[in-house]
């Protein structure tokens, strides 16, 4: 589709990496405190910003000291939150099960999967861009791809293994959540708005208890919370550094970002600024209010939505010559060209209808009035989710004023890279790894 659209579906990459590090951030700030007991703390948006940012700078140096120290450190962090994940959903429905459950506990309903009973499109739309959000991240296996040892096999493979595994843990976790909870809106019930922010917290002393034992399962429960939001904000500054460093070696952003350690063999400038950027949005957005904050969460749905749609367009026209020649097989069909369309337009189809949901001000905590005619109030989920994509359209014309040569297809010429690979054989090469991440 052109260098501009590339361009966007990079710029929308680092918005919604960007957006969700401010807020996890946040979790591993206030859930830091409360492994220690500091409740005092985690209440306090200074101590618990303060802590953010640690973390992220934390994380940063990781993955600025070199991605296999960032591969042990995941095993470690993912171990803990699986298997804590697991204990608690596991003795949740057997205590539900065999009577020892909440007053407002119920049991499986065939109703929670079918998608059929959902109220309105409306609801289904806010829904299925929430899920967007919970099953983002495959692609960080896939970014990483020139620094696996069988680059050929090993992404595609952990792309789809670890969206499965996210599937089965996440159906876990809500079904005996949900079964444990119940939906009242007082004690432990899922409606309860107290408890809406924090869920687990809650959860894990009714399941596991106060005391002896329990207790120390309730910690974990918050050491798990708190390891995965540095789980993911490391995985998080790892994709995004690959990008920023591909779109750096074609000349679409400054060069600069595209530097590499001699020693650590990871993308230097570009780690760095993704931590200070992600700090910097950090802290503007909880110094002007945790309400900012909560709708830029909201908001990223859309972002993700923009570029994975993008990612889907692009795939079907790239491999649509060959698919839809004859001869080409079914397989090709489907998986080259069928398949990413049609996911592609679902999420434009719910991009487009959930941007429309969130200009309401109705919609999230926060909204915005323009101070000149027609004085429309814009909801602050839409500002934020649709004015970070907007952001990016003059930076990329300013940047193409600059540095022209990418936006002229001097660089890269349309149909010169990359070359559709054969039907049977593997993607990928096995050259030096200097082609785009």
Not at 100 to 116: D, E, K, L, Y
Not at 184 to 213: C, E, M, R, W, Y
Not at 246 to 262: E, G, L, T
Request: aromatic share 12%.
């Amino acid at each position: 589709f052109g260098p501009k659209t590339g361009w966007m579906g990079g710029w929308a990459i680092v918005v919604a990496d960007v957006i969700v590090m401010a807020n996890l951030a946040q979790i591993a700030g206030q859930y830091g405190f409360q492994l220690i007991g500091a409740s005092g703390l985690a209440a306090s948006a200074g101590w618990t910003e303060l802590a953010g940012i640690i973390w992220i700078a934390v994380m940063t140096l990781i993955c600025y000291i070199g991605i296999e120290l960032s591969a042990r450190i995941q095993v470690v962090l993912l171990s803990i939150e699986l298997v804590m994940l697991a204990v608690l959903s596991v003795t949740a429905l057997v205590k539900v099960y065999s009577g020892h459950g909440t007053a407002g506990s119920v049991r499986i309903s065939g109703s929670w999967f079918n998608p059929f009973a959902i109220s309105s499109f409306s609801a289904l739309t806010l829904g299925l861009l929430t899920a967007i959000f919970i099953y983002w991240g495959w692609d960080t296996a896939v970014s990483v791809n020139e620094e696996t040892k069988d680059r050929a096999q090993t992404p595609g493979r952990a792309a789809v293994i670890s969206t499965v595994l996210l599937l089965v843990t996440y159906g876990l976790v809500t079904v005996s959540a949900q079964c444990f909870a119940g939906y009242g809106a007082t004690g432990t019930g899922l409606a309860n708005p107290d408890n809406a922010g924090d869920v687990l917290s809650g959860l894990g002393g009714a399941v596991f208890g106060t005391s002896g034992f329990g207790w120390f399962l309730s910690k974990l429960l918050v050491l798990m919370v708190l390891s995965s939001a540095a789980a993911s904000t490391q995985t998080t500054i790892m994709p995004t550094a690959r990008t920023t460093l591909s779109m750096a070696a074609h000349r679409s952003i400054p060069r600069s970002f595209s530097r590499i350690h001699p020693r650590f063999l990871t993308p230097t400038w570009s780690t760095v600024v993704m931590g200070l950027a992600s700090i910097g949005f950090y802290a503007l957005l909880a110094g002007i209010s945790a309400n900012v904050l909560a709708d830029s969460i909201s908001s990223l749905g859309l972002a993700i939505a923009f570029y994975y749609g993008l990612t889907g367009l692009a795939c079907a026209w790239h491999f649509a010559p060959r698919a839809l020649a004859g001869g080409s097989g079914a397989r090709t069909v489907w998986l080259r060209f069928l398949l990413p369309l049609f996911g592609a337009l679902i999420l434009f189809a719910f991009f487009f209808y959930g941007a429309y949901e969130f200009w309401s001000p109705a919609y999230g905590t926060t909204s915005w009035t323009m101070p000149f005619p027609p004085h429309w109030q814009i909801g602050g989920v839409f500002l934020t989710g649709v004015g970070s994509l907007v952001l990016g359209i003059p930076l990329m014309y300013i940047y193409r004023a600059r540095r022209p040569d990418y936006f002229r297809g001097q660089v890269i010429k349309r149909g010169d890279w990359p070359p559709a690979p054969e039907d049977e054989t593997p993607t990928g090469d096995a050259g030096s790894g200097t082609g785009p991440s």
